[in-house]
């Protein structure tokens, strides 16, 4: 039962917010870390740690979604 939870429209969802907001987050991070101008980025970089941020959210909210609350992705049980 605790794989169909990640069939549901629910958890995907909560899920892609996660990812977005874990690339965006470290991407911004990636751009004040390196305080240079926008031109100046190297931004193969920054979208490579941004991917990868969104991965390890993605695989933390497999977890999760196998484990706790069934609506969500996250390992919180209450909203």
């Known amino acids: ?3 169909r939870r990640l069939l549901t429209g629910a958890f995907w969802g ?3 917010e996660r990812m977005i907001r874990a690339a965006a987050a470290s991407a911004l991070g990636m751009l004040g ?5 926008i ?4 931004w193969s ?3 490579s740690v ?3 941020a969104a991965v390890a959210s993605l695989l933390a909210s497999i ?3 196998t484990t706790t609350d069934p609506e969500t992705a996250g390992f ?3 909203r």
């Open 1 to 3: 039962m605790g794989n």
């Open 14 to 16: 909560d899920a892609a």
């Open 33 to 37: 870390a390196d305080q240079v101008g």
């Open 39 to 42: 031109l100046d980025v190297a």
């Open 45 to 47: 970089g920054i979208g």
């Open 50 to 52: 941004a991917a990868m």
């Open 63 to 65: 977890v999760a979604g």
């Open 76 to 78: 919180s049980t209450t």
